[in-house]
């Protein structure tokens, strides 16, 4: 049987799925989406790294269009290694940034390499 693609999924439907990397490497899970709600766009998808069974766990804000769908594993694919992940950007799961400021923003598109969806 083929699969078909989807193209309009929920968001809870992707919320926890894994983040692999292409080498296959655990990269963390999808915790949040956030929604510009100005445009009706995914800004971006909240990324919990590191840590151990979610303690000590580092977020990190990746530009949606960062992530590929892999169906078939139910993972998204991040095309980084881990070490340029663990110098990236990031905040504590107490202390996020202000989503509203576009400089902050505009910072995490720059360092995975996108234009800002906004310009």
Known sequence: ????????????TLIGDDVVN???E?????EELMIDLQTGRISYAVLSFGGFLGVGDKLF???WNSLQLDQERRAFILDV?????????G????DWPKTHDPVWLERVYTYYGHD???R
């Open 91 to 94: 905040f504590d799961k107490d």
């Open 116 to 118: 800002p969806y906004w």
């Open 81 to 89: 290694d881990k070490e340029t992940l663990e110098d990236a950007p």
């Open 61 to 63: 804000a990746i530009p």
């Open 1 to 12: 049987m083929a699969t078909q693609n989807v193209s309009v999924m929920s968001a809870s």
């Open 26 to 30: 655990d990269l963390g899970k999808v």
């Open 22 to 24: 292409p080498a296959g």
